[in-house]
């Protein structure tokens, strides 16, 4: 026991100065340039700059939360502040996002009544959709289209991500929410990187909501995530 978690401690640092290491090399880069004086004539420019630094420092602020909420998991401490959140606002600002920095080409499509809503903690929620989108860009090709979409059920609310990206193997689906797992076939493919936090975090954010998170994917064809919150 003392061996695994020693080995647990050692994956868990790995996994974060692996994914800290890119928007932290982003952000000194930028301030690097910035700094220089070379773009001085070049307003545009350094308005670029500046949102590519703003948006790294907010993935790496979305990692530390994502720590936090899963120490506060394992240790039976997370808070739910729970409310109705409508949600097509919530699945157009995201998409919105997305579109301002995806480096590739991205179209949504939301399919959601005006007038549904979840109810859960709203920032929890925000994190499990925004984590679900970046690994739909990430594990995709050069284009991807990306279909959110929701509906109240007699139980609950049911929220869907689907994309048209490279999809999951089916040997390696059984294992994706598991920490510091990756669809290693996936990230060779895309170049995709991170060392796989996120969907282990979809999962216990989700169960501690109360809720149920499958899978349905086809290799080279589409990936959906079926999130069943219940009332």
Do not use: W
């Not at 640092?13 to 290491?21: L, P, V």
């Amino acid at each position: 026991a003392q061996r695994r978690l020693e080995q647990f401690q050692k994956d868990f640092a790995y996994s974060m100065i692996h994914d800290m290491k890119s928007p932290l090399q982003s952000v000194m880069m930028g301030a690097h340039v910035l700094a220089s004086g070379k773009l001085a004539d070049k307003p545009e420019k350094v308005s670029r700059y500046k949102q590519a630094m703003e948006d790294e420092c907010g993935h790496l602020l979305t990692l530390s939360n994502r720590v936090v909420m899963l120490t506060q998991i394992d240790r039976g401490e997370l808070e739910l502040h729970k409310e109705e959140v409508l949600l097509r606002p919530l699945l157009q600002d995201i998409s919105e996002k997305f579109q301002l920095k995806a480096a590739k080409k991205v179209h949504f499509e939301i399919d959601c009544e005006e007038e549904c809503t979840v109810y859960v903690d709203a920032f929890c929620l925000r994190e499990v959709l925004f984590n679900l989108v970046d690994n739909a860009v990430k594990y995709s090709n050069e284009e991807v289209t990306i279909t959110l979409s929701g509906e109240r059920t007699k139980d609950g609310s049911i929220v869907k991500v689907r994309d048209n990206g490279i999809g999951i193997p089916l040997r390696e689906q059984h294992k994706i929410f598991g920490k510091f797992e990756r669809v290693a076939s996936g990230s060779q493919k895309t170049g995709a990187s991170g060392f796989g936090l996120g969907l282990n975090y979809v999962l216990q954010v989700v169960d501690a909501h109360g809720g149920l998170v499958r899978v349905e994917s086809v290799e080279g064809s589409y990936t959906e995530f079926t999130i069943h919150f219940l009332s």
